[in-house]
Structure formats: structure tokens, C-alpha cells
């Protein structure tokens, strides 16, 4: 039977754009289908006034395994943060460093034990292959951090709130099996933002590719193993990938839903003379009645290019959706105490509420990687592999080579 394309990718996200990349590299006939009018997903920024504004606040990081083999890294031109916290307490704000060479500012502040403790435990992660992390008995990020150093201050005001704003839950119930993952790139990387911001990501993705390999504003509404609808159009395919946000593939394929953690970030601007010292730290919260927000920081201090000349932008996101207009007051004053500046200084330039930001990697946390699903539709998606770019490249990967080696069999041609 004549099909249409040799393979038929739904969305073009990264995960959808990574399988579409490394099919059309090996010469196989793609086309993706994207219902919005953009690339990247969850990963785009808009121009606003001259600032760029990604939709959520996100960070990547050099350690990631699966963005190293696909991805340009020094075109990427990667804007380090300083490892560590801006810490608001009760009486004062702290600004501390950390790295396993140098946890000098931890030994000052905290208790000597935890804070060896600590340091020991982060030590252990990069000595870890990631597939032994993987594999351990899987409790509660919360479990294992007070099993591991106590009950202590390290522990609530700097981890809880830290890694809340990574996994977007307060409880933090997510896996220790993701727990250790994300710390182990944070001690071998470095976290940061592009340049020229997070869609410099997907940009670099359809690099080179034929410009009639993906079709936007196009909605698929309907896939099976070998055809899609789209716009009201049936296609058939040899192959079809379903890499569209969790919610959706789940929709398509009448599967369960997949539970997602949701996150509100606001976007503040003020004059760089107002701005003060400048620092490349996350400000968290580690007071004894945080207010809203979950972390902030000054984006300009750490890429300058996200604002016009003369001005600064402040990235402040707070774990759920806060839609009222309350909640951009309370954030506004949050952020302007977290960073020491003037609420009245700062103007609010867009908030973005992201209902479905991360797939939660609850306990017990397995990384999903059969790229096929029991209906010969195969899935490219951060949420069958883990929550993150990595994990969105990994999954695209994964499904790519699993379509090639059906084809160099002999299957489906
Ligand atoms: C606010 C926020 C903060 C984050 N922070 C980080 C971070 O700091 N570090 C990190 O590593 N990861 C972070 N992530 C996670 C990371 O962005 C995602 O894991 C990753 O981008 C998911 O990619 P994906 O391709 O699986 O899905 P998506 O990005 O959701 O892509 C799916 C695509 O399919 C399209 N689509 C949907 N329905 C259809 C349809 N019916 N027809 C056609 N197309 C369709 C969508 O428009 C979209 O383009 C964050 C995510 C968010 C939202």
C-alpha cells in the first residue's frame, strides 16, 4: 500500500522534533504535524517589548546526557547560574554557594553534620551510573532527604523549597529515583539559559532540516498505527509517532491521563538603576511562613540579552495556578523582597499560567522506554521517559532508532 509519508509525527515538541531530527538524518520521509503555530513545546519564549519571555520559567543543563549528543552546546551559548541560593530567612537574606569542592558558605550557616551529610550524599550521586539510580527502592523525595540528613534547617529552607520549584509539588512526594537523576546533573552541570533564551532549544533542533518537514496549526485529531487525521484530512504513514503533550497522546489513545504539576510564572521589569548588586543566584524562601512564590531570580543578571538596554527582568514562579489578580500582587512584593529592590519600581509584564507544566514523577518512579505502545503507535514524549528536556530528547531518540531498526528488518515497508 502507497502511504503518504514514511513516518507521521504528531506535535513538535522536542520530543516529537528529536524523533523527526534523527528519522529525516537517516534519510527516512517525516512529516510533523504541530497544532500551534510554533516549534518547541512547552519550550518557546515569546518578545514582548523588547524582553523575551519563556513560557514558564526553565532551566537547561550542560550535564544532560541526552542534549549533549544531540544538541550544539557552544552555539547554545549557555548563561551559567551561580550554584547555590539566595536564602530569605526569617531575619536576613544569605546568598550562599555550594559545590562539592567548596561548601564553605553551608558549613558556616548550618549544622557541621547535616551539612557534611549532605555533601556526602551529592558526592556518592556523581560517583552513581544514572541506571543504578534508576533501579533503587523508590520512596519520596521528602522520606529520603530527612532519612538521609535529618531533620534540620538544611533541609527546609534551602531543599524542600529548592526542589520544590524543580518539581513543581510542595510535598514533595516525588521519587527518590528522579530525586537523585536531577541532583546528580545539578553536581555535574551547571543550569542555565541560552543566550538568546530557552527556544534557542528547538530552534537549533529544526536546523538544517527541510522547511516543509513540519506543518503548523495543523491539529491531529484522530491516529491509529498508520493514519492520522489532521485539519479534518486523513494521512497515512508506515509509522506514526504520538509526541504530543501528555494530556493529549492519553486523549488519543484513550489511555489514562497522566497526572501533570502545574506552575505560574511572572515576568517583572525594572530600570538596571534601580537594580542594585547584581547576583547569578535562585532566591528561594526559606522563612518560617513563605509567602507565594516558590523561586525568583534576575535573568538579566545571568543573560542580558532577555531584557532591552537599560532594564532588568525578574523571573518569579510559584508551584500551582494563581489566576487572581491578588496573586500578582502577593507575588510583586515577594519578588521585590526576595531580591532587595522596590515593589514600586517593578512593573509586571506578562504571567504565564501553565496548568500542565511536568508529568509527576511520583513514587514509585519508572522510567517508561518502549517506544511502542500495544496499538503499533509509537510515543515520543517527556512523559515515557522522565520529566525534562532530557527526557523529552531521550524519549524522541529512543522511538526514532526503535522505527529504524523495523525498517532495516523489513517491517512495514
Ligand atoms: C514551566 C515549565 C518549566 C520546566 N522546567 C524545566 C527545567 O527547568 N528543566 C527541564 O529539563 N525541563 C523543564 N520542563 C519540562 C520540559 O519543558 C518538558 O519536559 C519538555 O519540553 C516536554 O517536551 P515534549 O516534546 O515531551 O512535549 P511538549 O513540549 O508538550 O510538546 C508537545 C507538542 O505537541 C503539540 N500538540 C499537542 N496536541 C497536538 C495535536 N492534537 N496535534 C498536533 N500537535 C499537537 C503541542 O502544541 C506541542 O508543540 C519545564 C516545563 C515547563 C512547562
Not at 507565594?292 to 543573560?303: G, H, P
Not at 529592590?341 to 518512579?365: D, E, G, T, W
Request: glycine fraction near 6%; proline fraction near 4%; charge should be positive.
Amino acid at each position: 500500500m502507497a502511504h503518504d509519508f514514511d513516518v507521521i509525527v504528531v506535535g513538535a515538541g522536542l520530543a516529537g522534533l528529536a524523533t523527526a531530527r534523527r528519522l529525516t538524518q537517516a534519510g527516512v520521509q517525516v512529516k510533523v504535524f504541530e497544532s500551534s503555530d510554533g516549534v518547541g513545546g512547552r519550550v518557546r519564549t515569546d518578545r514582548v517589548d523588547g524582553f523575551s519571555l519563556d513560557r514558564g520559567f526553565q532551566l537547561y543543563n550542560m550535564a544532560y546526557s541526552e542534549g549533549k549528543q544531540i544538541l550544539d552546546h557552544k552555539s547554545l551559548n549557555l548563561k551559567k547560574f551561580r550554584k547555590g541560593v539566595r536564602l530569605l530567612l526569617d531575619d536576613q537574606i544569605l546568598e550562599l554557594g555550594i559545590s562539592i569542592s567548596n561548601s564553605k558558605d553551608f558549613y558556616n550557616h548550618f549544622d557541621r553534620a547535616a551539612t557534611f551529610k549532605l555533601i556526602k550524599y551529592l558526592v556518592a550521586l556523581t560517583v552513581s551510573k544514572p541506571e543504578d539510580l534508576a533501579r533503587r527502592a523508590d520512596i519520596a523525595s521528602s522520606t529520603t532527604l530527612t532519612g538521609l540528613i535529618g531533620r534540620n534547617e538544611i533541609v527546609d529552607q534551602v531543599l524542600k523549597p529548592f526542589l520544590s520549584g524543580v518539581f513543581l509539588e510542595p510535598n514533595l512526594n516525588t521519587s527518590r529515583r528522579w530525586l537523585d537523576q536531577v541532583l546528580r546533573f545539578f553536581v555535574l552541570g551547571s543550569p542555565g539559559v541560552p543566550a538568546t533564551a530557552m527556544d534557542s532549544i528547538p530552534k537549533q533542533l529544526i536546523r538544517g532540516l527541510p522547511q516543509e518537514l513540519i506543518q503548523l496549526n495543523t491539529e491531529v485529531t484522530q491516529v491509529s498505527a498508520q493514519t492520522v487525521i489532521a485539519n479534518g484530512r486523513e494521512y497515512s504513514a508506515k509509522y506514526v509517532v504520538l509526541g504530543a503533550d501528555p494530556a493529549t497522546n492519553a486523549r488519543l489513545t484513550k489511555a489514562d491521563a497522566i497526572k501533570m504539576n502545574s506552575v505560574t510564572t511572572w515576568y517583572h521589569a525594572i530600570s538596571t538603576r534601580h537594580r542594585g548588586t547584581k547576583t547569578k543566584l535562585l532566591a528561594i524562601d526559606g522563612s518560617t511562613n513563605p509567602s507565594l512564590l516558590t523561586n525568583s531570580c534576575v535573568i538579566t543578571d545571568i543573560a542580558p540579552s532577555y531584557a532591552p538596554k537599560k532594564m532588568e527582568l525578574i523571573s518569579s514562579s510559584a508551584v500551582g495556578i494563581h489566576e487572581s489578580d491578588l496573586s500578582d500582587k502577593v507575588a510583586l512584593d515577594h519578588a521585590a523582597t526576595l531580591h532587595s529592590l522596590n515593589p514600586n519600581q517593578m512593573s509586571l509584564i506578562k504571567k504565564y499560567v501553565i496548568s500542565q507544566a511536568l508529568p509527576a514523577a511520583n513514587s514509585p518512579f519508572v522510567s517508561r522506554t518502549s517506544a511502542v505502545q500495544s496499538s503499533g503507535i509509537y510515543l515520543a514524549s517527556d512523559s515515557n521517559h522522565s520529566p525534562s528536556i532530557n527526557g523529552a530528547l531521550a524519549s524522541g531518540r529512543i522511538t526514532a532508532d526503535a522505527i529504524l531498526n523495523n525498517i532495516h528488518r523489513g517491517n512495514n515497508s
